[in-house]
């Protein structure tokens, strides 16, 4: 059994009262200087049944209906309303006391509120044995480290926030995820005794549903190799008459392996008692120790278990050859590849595999990551490149400026064509979050609409948006999503963002931004425009550069004066070969072809004017191969070569 959870009292209080936000109902309201205080188990039933005697009015959730409304927007409910809310209050405060079942615990509202409202008892044999399977060997050393329930339940809601998937989604997906294995790990592999589910349950929470299982009943066996007399009869003159046994017992057990996680990514359970255990190795599944009869025992076993993993696979082969051998041996009269003094070569090459077979097992999980998850409502469909840029905003802000490009055909229409759809309906959205406590900072979205015909007519395969926003300097979570609104799909991504701080005195250069100039007015009306320097230009559509299409780039230089440049400074350009990002193959080619690496450098001279300046510049990628490029500005003071800034940006160039 898991937590105390959403019970079917509750759901007879908020579901009288509409409560939409019940969570947020159930927490201290005071007004007039009294409290519904609702912390812990629910509704304070002392203070209902109070004014319940006194014939006063209680302040409830919002309800449709003719009740009064306060200024507040809250209805209030007299003495039969009061008697209602009484035994529903005790239904609840009843059926709360009790342990409910992770199946009871439907969304993650459900899940925090339980969290929040259970006791240490509680927590520790429902809560704390399947959260801590999430986490690393540090993070538990951590865990464990802190002092007070309190802490510790922070330490969960705060986890959950950071490996939220995506946080524009109304619930956290791989928490849902969660709930559902946590519920059918109770359901299907609990067990009578700490931590209250068998070790199956341990990894069907931390891996989900296996790709492949193998159930084994177990029971009485024989090894398929010896049914033949001849057979058997030549291994007991190997033996010297004392051959390993034919028949042999199998406890029940189960073999389950994650492609996904490793082609040999094995899990092995055996059943002791009324439970099943992990084991290192298939042959714990025997009921017997001694070596001669393990190691044929175990040939027998992984011959139904060879299609699971390559591993398996290699070891049931070679298991073969060595039956061969002695099925040669045995009808020849000879001692094919076996010494005549050495009866034990065939048992302890068999056991070698073994021994093989478990070490591909611990290298396939070696590099496994901790837990996974399988999305429930974050179906990560749609794909989008971004570029992200910022500049100076207000005296203490960033302005964050986000280009979104994603192909129309490949995802966009999902299979449809221009004439099926009238009109494209892509909502593009970024959120912000704090590094500390993953609190939203802000949230930005632009949703637009494009006709269909103008993509046909102009020949472009790309969606285009941008958004842009203010923030202050700081280290932050930063989201973005793209939907695609008629079939609801998505494509997301979340990563690290630092707000670079323009603050200060000293010299200093924005992002580098790359447009283009759009003639064709089929193209205008699909292209978000943006003036720059009296020039109307649209982000630059595609995530490479290419040769055929214009390119203008921007930036921004700041504190010219302030950082003590008087008369002139200098912008060099230069665009060269990023050979960290070239691959070995292309780098082999260029070195036997004998092609020259291609570049671009442009110095333009400035005088100073004001503190800051806005640059663009257009240009010409024609000359260059194609293939990774490093894109680099460097800004210097004539006069003082050691007042200098630079910033560079990683482009591919393509035809």
Same mark, same amino acid.
């Given at each position: %059994?898991?937590?105390?959870?959403?019970?079917?009292?509750?759901?007879?209080?908020?579901?009288?009262?509409?409560?939409?936000?019940?969570?947020?109902?159930?927490?201290?309201?005071?007004?007039?200087?009294?409290?519904?205080?609702?912390?812990?188990?629910?509704?304070?039933?002392?203070?209902?049944?109070?004014?319940?005697?006194?014939?006063?009015?209680?302040?409830?959730?919002?309800?449709?209906?003719?009740?009064?409304?306060?200024?507040?927007?809250?209805?209030?409910?007299?003495?039969?309303?009061?008697?209602?809310?009484?035994?529903?209050?005790?239904?609840?405060?009843?059926?709360?006391?009790?342990?409910?079942?992770?199946?009871?615990?439907?969304?993650?509202?459900?899940?925090?509120?339980?969290?929040?409202?259970?006791?240490?008892?509680?927590?520790?044999?429902?809560?704390?044995?399947?959260?801590?399977?999430?986490?690393?060997?540090?993070?538990?050393?951590?865990?464990?480290?802190?002092?007070?329930?309190?802490?510790?339940?922070?330490?969960?809601?705060?986890?959950?926030?950071?490996?939220?998937?995506?946080?524009?989604?109304?619930?956290?997906?791989?928490?849902?995820?969660?709930?559902?294995?946590?519920?059918?790990?109770?359901?299907?592999?609990?067990?009578?005794?700490?931590?209250?589910?068998?070790?199956?349950?341990?990894?069907?929470?931390?891996?989900?549903?296996?790709?492949?299982?193998?159930?084994?009943?177990?029971?009485?066996?024989?090894?398929?190799?010896?049914?033949?007399?001849?057979?058997?009869?030549?291994?007991?003159?190997?033996?010297?008459?004392?051959?390993?046994?034919?028949?042999?017992?199998?406890?029940?057990?189960?073999?389950?392996?994650?492609?996904?996680?490793?082609?040999?990514?094995?899990?092995?359970?055996?059943?002791?008692?009324?439970?099943?255990?992990?084991?290192?190795?298939?042959?714990?599944? @025997?009921?017997?120790?001694?070596?001669?009869?393990?190691?044929?025992?175990?040939?027998?076993?992984?011959?139904?278990?060879?299609? @699971?993993?390559?591993?398996?696979?290699?070891?049931?082969?070679?298991?073969?050859?060595?039956?061969?051998?002695?099925?040669?041996?045995?009808?020849?009269?000879?001692?094919?590849?076996?010494?005549?003094?050495?009866?034990?070569?065939?048992?302890?090459?068999?056991?070698?595999?073994?021994?093989?077979?478990?070490?591909?097992?611990? %290298?396939?999980?070696?590099?496994?990551?901790?837990?996974?998850?399988?999305?429930?409502?974050?179906?990560?469909?749609?794909?989008?490149?971004?570029?992200?840029?910022?500049?100076?905003?207000?005296?203490?802000?960033?302005?964050?400026?986000?280009?979104?490009?994603?192909?129309?055909?490949?995802?966009?229409?999902?299979?449809?064509?221009?004439?099926?759809?009238?009109?494209?309906?892509?909502?593009?959205?970024?959120?912000?979050?704090?590094?500390?406590?993953?609190?939203?900072?802000?949230?930005?979205?632009?949703?637009?609409?494009?006709?269909?015909?103008?993509?046909?007519?102009?020949?472009?395969?790309?969606?285009?948006?941008?958004?842009?926003?203010?923030?202050?300097?700081?280290?932050?979570?930063?989201?973005?999503?793209?939907?695609?609104?008629?079939?609801?799909?998505?494509?997301?991504?979340?990563?690290?963002?630092?707000?670079?701080?323009?603050?200060?005195?000293?010299? %200093?250069?924005?992002?580098?931004?790359?447009?283009?100039?759009?003639?064709?007015?089929?193209?205008?009306?699909?292209?978000?425009?943006?003036?720059?320097?009296?020039?109307?230009?649209?982000?630059?559509?595609?995530?490479?550069?290419?040769?055929?299409?214009?390119?203008?780039?921007?930036?921004?230089?700041?504190? @010219?004066?302030?950082?003590?440049?008087?008369?002139?400074?200098?912008?060099?350009?230069?665009?060269?070969?990023?050979?960290?990002?070239?691959?070995?193959?292309?780098?082999?080619?260029?070195?036997?072809?004998?092609?020259?690496?291609?570049?671009?450098?442009?110095?333009? %001279?400035?005088?100073?004017?004001?503190?800051?300046?806005?640059?663009?510049?257009?240009?010409?990628?024609?000359?260059?191969?194609?293939?990774?490029?490093?894109?680099?500005?460097?800004?210097?003071?004539?006069?003082?070569?050691?007042?200098?800034?630079?910033?560079?940006?990683?482009?591919?160039?393509?035809?």
């Amino acid at each position: %059994m898991v937590q105390r959870r959403c019970s079917w009292g509750e759901e007879v209080i908020f579901r009288f009262f509409g409560a939409a936000n019940w969570k947020s109902q159930l927490r201290c309201e005071e007004r007039d200087g009294d409290s519904l205080c609702t912390k812990g188990n629910g509704c304070c039933l002392g203070f209902v049944l109070s004014r319940f005697i006194a014939n006063e009015n209680v302040s409830g959730g919002h309800r449709k209906g003719g009740d009064a409304v306060d200024k507040q927007n809250r209805f209030y409910f007299g003495r039969l309303d009061g008697l209602i809310f009484l035994i529903a209050t005790i239904l609840f405060q009843i059926s709360f006391s009790q342990d409910v079942y992770w199946d009871s615990i439907y969304n993650e509202a459900h899940y925090f509120f339980a969290l929040d409202s259970v006791d240490e008892a509680t927590f520790q044999k429902e809560f704390e044995y399947p959260f801590l399977l999430l986490l690393t060997e540090e993070q538990i050393a951590y865990y464990r480290s802190l002092q007070t329930l309190g802490e510790q339940k922070a330490f969960i809601e705060l986890f959950w926030k950071v490996w939220n998937p995506n946080p524009l989604l109304p619930e956290n997906d791989r928490l849902a995820d969660f709930i559902r294995r946590c519920a059918y790990a109770e359901k299907y592999f609990s067990s009578s005794e700490p931590p209250y589910l068998d070790d199956r349950g341990k990894y069907y929470i931390k891996y989900g549903k296996p790709t492949n299982l193998y159930r084994d009943m177990g029971g009485s066996r024989n090894v398929r190799f010896f049914k033949n007399p001849e057979i058997y009869q030549y291994m007991s003159r190997l033996y010297n008459g004392f051959p390993p046994s034919v028949y042999y017992q199998v406890l029940p057990n189960e073999s389950w392996i994650y492609r996904n996680l490793g082609q040999d990514f094995i899990i092995y359970f055996v059943k002791e008692g009324t439970t099943f255990k992990e084991t290192s190795s298939l042959t714990k599944v @025997l009921s017997t120790s001694i070596m001669k009869n393990v190691s044929w025992y175990w040939s027998d076993l992984i011959h139904d278990r060879a299609q @699971l993993s390559p591993s398996l696979a290699r070891a049931a082969n070679a298991v073969l050859q060595i039956e061969n051998e002695l099925m040669v041996a045995a009808y020849s009269g000879l001692a094919v590849g076996i010494d005549k003094g050495n009866i034990f070569v065939p048992q302890e090459r068999i056991l070698q595999l073994r021994n093989t077979h478990e070490m591909d097992v611990v %290298m396939s999980r070696r590099d496994a990551p901790i837990a996974t998850y399988n999305p429930v409502h974050a179906d990560n469909n749609l794909e989008f490149v971004y570029d992200i840029a910022q500049f100076r905003g207000s005296p203490d802000s960033t302005r964050v400026e986000v280009f979104f490009v994603s192909p129309i055909k490949k995802n966009i229409l999902s299979g449809s064509s221009f004439a099926e759809e009238d009109t494209l309906r892509v909502e593009f959205q970024c959120l912000l979050r704090d590094s500390k406590k993953y609190n939203p900072i802000l949230q930005v979205k632009n949703r637009s609409a494009f006709l269909t015909e103008y993509f046909e007519l102009a020949d472009f395969p790309n969606v285009v948006s941008n958004l842009d926003f203010l923030a202050c300097p700081q280290e932050g979570d930063l989201t973005l999503q793209i939907k695609e609104m008629k079939r609801a799909n998505i494509g997301f991504l979340k990563r690290p963002f630092q707000i670079r701080d323009f603050r200060g005195n000293a010299l %200093m250069i924005s992002d580098v931004q790359f447009f283009t100039e759009i003639l064709d007015s089929n193209q205008m009306k699909i292209f978000p425009m943006i003036k720059k320097q009296e020039t109307v230009l649209s982000p630059y559509p595609y995530d490479e550069i290419h040769k055929s299409v214009p390119v203008f780039c921007y930036f921004e230089i700041y504190n @010219l004066q302030l950082s003590g440049i008087v008369d002139k400074y200098e912008i060099a350009l230069k665009v060269s070969t990023d050979k960290s990002r070239a691959g070995t193959f292309k780098k082999i080619t260029k070195w036997m072809s004998g092609t020259q690496d291609h570049s671009i450098s442009l110095v333009h %001279m400035r005088q100073v004017t004001s503190n800051n300046s806005e640059e663009l510049l257009s240009i010409d990628f024609g000359n260059l191969t194609n293939g990774p490029y490093r894109f680099e500005i460097i800004v210097t003071d004539t006069m003082n070569e050691t007042v200098a800034t630079k910033i560079q940006k990683d482009i591919t160039v393509a035809d």
